[in-house]
Nanobody
């Protein structure tokens, strides 16, 4: 089992920046990749960015050149970060951290990001 906890979501003005953090605990040795998804109001959940265990990354076209995903390790946790720059109102969504592991796929509880003036 892997537990995920997100933090960092707030209200930010268009053009602003925000950094989301995700802390994974539990069976972290089984984690292969970590990702961020988001679900805008009234829309389906969509992939934002993913980072593999070898550090390779992939992004949705809508966030390329604005968002950066990264990961870090500690003794008993794995962390995934999403640096979001040049935020737009259409980036408003609930953001979910996601871990792909050998034991399954795990989700965080989600965190609200609102981009509005």
């Amino acid at each position: 089992q892997v537990q995920l906890v997100e933090s960092g979501g707030v209200l930010v003005q268009p053009g602003g920046s925000l950094r989301l953090s995700c802390a994974a605990s539990g069976s972290i040795f089984s984690i292969n990749a970590m990702a961020w998804h988001r679900q805008p109001p009234g829309n389906q959940r969509e992939l934002v960015a993913v980072i593999s265990s070898d550090g390779s990354t992939n992004y949705a076209n809508s966030v390329k050149d604005r968002f950066t995903i990264s990961r870090d390790h500690a003794k008993s946790a794995v962390y995934a970060y999403l640096q979001m720059n040049s935020l737009k109102p259409e980036d408003t969504a609930v953001y979910y951290c996601n871990a792909y592991s050998r034991t399954g796929r795990y989700w965080g509880q989600g965190i609200q990001v609102t981009v509005s003036s």
